[in-house]
């Protein structure tokens, strides 16, 4: 007779296509970490093939249990740690590990920010093929309690069933969600609005036919819900309106510094150039150390922003341009010369497209200043500056994001 499966034999069965080489099923290994991949996962070796195990530790020694072999790679989870790094320490938040929100928190904020620097000069190796020194992370001021937008998700809600309200649990891309009541990155302002708009959420769950995201905004007039909301944003001298809903950077405490050097790498030229310019940030705020400043970007309510935020500091030598992708530079060239402007580029994370990339080299501004959220597509578009007529001077990442993997790296380059 055919006995029923108990749940912890379900959890041993392989999945459908789990491929048995080399280590089977739920196969338990011991192994040294040697390193921590730009996803925040440690990284190993059993001879020449290589395992990766999340939340481990490089100089770690530890357990762990195989659940999927790659190509070239097995994936494992971390059982025990058998000798623990001196860099490592006990989370702040409960769901570290469980929600995919942080990749660091058992790191220390010193081995957090030299794993960043690393990561930065790996990629450039790697994807870039560019062997340049990396300057030391510049740390946050605040490395909890420092998010200024938090956008937690919902799943469709099922009768019968609670909703969690959170972020996607760690390794289930688009699986399951973590339910998260408080996030210890987010600002006290934010953790404070975050029940009320949970229950708000969980009152009106039966006319939900899918699932979606709240938006809680930290704001100078209190926690903003309202995607289409204009709220405002005050860095330094300057004050900045956009959409609560849209893209702007939610560090307010690291974010002053970074403009700050930003513009300064991009000063002693007479114009300058935005590109990717968003509501004006880097326009603005380099505005008095450039004869004419122009920013450019491809949507035009951002532009609407930007020129509105001109008026809102007073400025009066920049202008904004809503241009098309094929004709970034059309109305700048006729008015700037390349070799007396620098350009601060600061794209989305997917990097800089071809098309600007060939239209950028063309007008073929003195120096680059080049902010990316993105290392990996940065470095393959240095890679491509370098091998059409600029030469790399500096690497400076930022830690704007302490606690999770992400890192923002400004690079400087100079036409030769």
Same mark, same amino acid.
């Given at each position: 007779?055919?006995?029923?499966?108990?749940?912890?034999?379900?959890?041993?069965?392989?999945?459908?296509?789990?491929?048995?080489?080399?280590?089977?099923?739920?196969?338990?290994?011991?192994?040294?970490?040697?390193?921590?991949?730009?996803?925040?996962?440690?990284? &190993? !070796?059993? +001879?020449?093939?290589? /395992?990766? #195990? @999340?939340?481990?530790?490089?100089?770690?020694?530890?357990?762990?249990?195989?659940?999927?072999?790659?190509?070239?790679?097995?994936?494992?989870?971390?059982?025990?740690?058998?000798?623990?790094?001196?860099?490592?320490?006990?989370?702040?938040?409960?769901?570290?590990?469980?929600?995919?929100?942080?990749?660091?928190?058992?790191?220390?904020?010193?081995?957090?920010?030299?794993?960043?620097?690393?990561?930065?000069?790996?990629?450039?190796?790697?994807?870039?093929?560019?062997?340049?020194?990396?300057?030391?992370?510049?740390?946050?001021?605040?490395?909890?309690?420092?998010?200024?937008?938090?956008?937690?998700?919902?799943?469709?809600?099922?009768?019968?069933?609670?909703?969690?309200?959170?972020?996607?649990?760690? &390794? !289930?891309? +688009?699986?399951?969600? /973590?339910? #998260? @009541?408080?996030?210890?990155?987010?600002?006290?302002?934010?953790?404070?609005?975050?029940?009320?708009?949970?229950?708000?959420?969980?009152?009106?769950?039966?006319?939900?036919?899918?699932?979606?995201?709240?938006?809680?905004?930290?704001?100078?007039?209190?926690?903003?819900?309202?995607?289409?909301?204009?709220?405002?944003?005050?860095?330094?001298?300057?004050?900045?309106?956009?959409?609560?809903?849209?893209?702007?950077?939610?560090?307010?405490?690291?974010?002053?510094?970074?403009?700050?050097?930003?513009?300064?790498?991009?000063?002693?030229?007479?114009?300058?150039?935005?590109?990717?310019?968003?509501?004006?940030?880097?326009?603005?705020?380099?505005?008095?150390?450039?004869?004419?400043?122009?920013?450019?970007?491809?949507?035009?309510?951002?532009?609407?922003?930007?020129?509105?935020?001109?008026?809102?500091?007073?400025?009066?030598?920049?202008?904004?341009?809503?241009?098309?992708?094929?004709?970034?530079?059309?109305?700048?060239?006729?008015?700037?010369?390349?070799?007396?402007?620098?350009?601060?580029?600061?794209?989305?994370?997917?990097?800089?497209?071809?098309?600007?990339?060939?239209?950028?080299?063309?007008?073929?501004?003195?120096?680059?200043?080049?902010?990316?959220?993105?290392?990996?597509?940065?470095?393959?578009?240095?890679?491509?500056?370098?091998?059409?007529?600029?030469?790399?001077?500096?690497?400076?990442?930022?830690?704007?994001?302490?606690?999770?993997?992400?890192?923002?790296?400004?690079?400087?380059?100079?036409?030769?």
């Amino acid at each position: 007779m055919k006995k029923n499966m108990s749940e912890n034999d379900k959890t041993r069965r392989p999945p459908r296509k789990f491929i048995p080489e080399p280590f089977s099923y739920h196969q338990e290994i011991e192994l040294d970490i040697s390193d921590i991949n730009n996803l925040g996962n440690g990284v &190993g !070796r059993i +001879g020449s093939w290589v /395992v990766v #195990v @999340p939340l481990a530790l490089a100089g770690e020694r530890v357990r762990a249990r195989v659940y999927a072999n790659r190509k070239n790679y097995s994936e494992a989870d971390l059982m025990e740690v058998l000798r623990a790094s001196p860099e490592r320490k006990n989370p702040e938040c409960p769901l570290f590990g469980k929600c995919g929100g942080c990749q660091y928190q058992h790191l220390s904020y010193e081995g957090q920010l030299a794993w960043k620097r690393k990561q930065v000069s790996d990629l450039m190796k790697r994807i870039g093929g560019v062997d340049f020194p990396v300057e030391p992370t510049r740390p946050s001021p605040k490395q909890f309690g420092y998010r200024s937008k938090l956008t937690p998700h919902f799943g469709r809600p099922r009768p019968g069933e609670n909703m969690p309200i959170g972020f996607v649990e760690r &390794g !289930r891309a +688009g699986g399951g969600i /973590v339910d #998260v @009541p408080s996030c210890p990155i987010a600002s006290d302002a934010i953790n404070a609005a975050l029940p009320a708009a949970r229950k708000a959420l969980w009152d009106r769950s039966s006319s939900l036919k899918r699932g979606g995201t709240l938006l809680l905004r930290d704001t100078p007039n209190g926690v903003c819900t309202d995607n289409n909301a204009v709220v405002e944003e005050k860095i330094g001298d300057f004050r900045y309106e956009f959409r609560a809903g849209e893209f702007f950077q939610n560090n307010p405490y690291a974010l002053p510094e970074l403009i700050k050097y930003a513009v300064s790498e991009a000063e002693g030229n007479r114009y300058l150039v935005d590109a990717y310019c968003g509501v004006g940030v880097f326009a603005i705020a380099a505005s008095d150390k450039f004869e004419k400043v122009a920013g450019v970007e491809i949507s035009e309510n951002a532009v609407s922003h930007a020129k509105a935020n001109l008026l809102l500091n007073k400025v009066s030598n920049c202008e904004f341009i809503a241009a098309s992708a094929e004709k970034i530079f059309d109305g700048i060239s006729r008015k700037f010369s390349g070799g007396e402007t620098s350009v601060i580029i600061d794209p989305p994370r997917s990097g800089c497209s071809m098309d600007f990339l060939s239209q950028l080299a063309e007008f073929a501004p003195s120096r680059l200043v080049y902010v990316s959220c993105g290392p990996d597509t940065q470095a393959r578009d240095v890679a491509w500056l370098v091998s059409n007529g600029y030469a790399l001077k500096k690497l400076q990442p930022f830690d704007l994001f302490p606690q999770t993997r992400h890192v923002e790296n400004v690079a400087t380059l100079e036409r030769i």
